[in-house]
């Protein structure tokens, strides 16, 4: 096994990937989740997404959410955009970290923003300038990255054709998301290989969904490969509005939990986070998929000796 890193940097996208799949809730419901998540020691959370309200209508009170929202000085929050309309509207809220979506699958891209993969690469050359214009930072989400409901497999070089483009571009980071949870140890191993041996400099960052049971074990694939950035959502919320069969995400007292048990550090307090995932069922009505919630004890582990 390769030498697994003594840290490991999370990202929080509960308040947005995870509630956008869910019923709407109320602003203030909003409000006290994305506040609770900042009181947990996690390093780094996607706060929100601007996007048309007849699109996502669970993302229509964006502004009004973070603009009430209580900002920890140690929590770096970015905003999901689909378009230079949505940047602009990031930008004007004071984000300097703003995030766009390009599928690798063309039919998934064209189900999710009506035009090509090509197409929005186009576009989102165009964001990268007005970004980097207003002193903003671009990170590219590549989604369906390892398999499509629509198309089925999705060539690890196609996804390395498109991080190569977006790096032409000036993307400043890339993220792979496994839309619907088709990843598995060997697609990530093929996946980060193809990008790896072609962009090694690029920062990377893994968003896992647990449609098939596989998330946990996809991160430690990640992290024998070096990777250190992984997205998770509080209590496995979430799921893709274009994705069918799309479940949530990994959860992040799930990833949380395991990787304190094995030694490596998160800076997150596990009860704290726990406790915010209670919030989290409590405030969509619903029990939530992770385990950790029901397993129990709840107190920190003391890792194992090596």
Known sequence: MSQLPEFVSIREVGPRDGLQNEDPIPTDAKVRLLDALSRTGVKRIEAVSFVHPKAIPQMADADEVWRRATKAEDVRYSALVPNTRGAQRALAAGFTEIEVVVSASDTHNRRNVNRSTEESLDDIAELIHLLHGAGAQAEVIVATSFGCPYEGDIDPQRVAGIVDRVVRDGADRVAFGDTTGMATPRRVRELITAVCDRNAHIPVL????????????????????????????????????????????????????????????????????????????????????????????RTRLTPLPA
């Open 206 to 297: 893994l968003h896992f969904h647990n449609t098939r049971g596989t998330a946990l074990a996809n991160l430690l694939t990640a992290l024998e490969l070096g990777i250190t950035e992984f997205d998770a959502s509080v209590g496995g919320l979430g799921g893709c509005p274009y994705a069918p069969g799309a479940s949530g995400n990994l959860a992040t007292e799930e990833a949380v939990h395991m990787l304190h048990d094995m030694g490596i550090d998160t800076g997150i307090d596990l009860d704290a986070l726990i406790e915010a995932a209670e919030l989290a069922e409590e405030l969509v009505g619903k029990k939530l998929p992770s385990g950790v919630l029901r397993a129990g004890p």
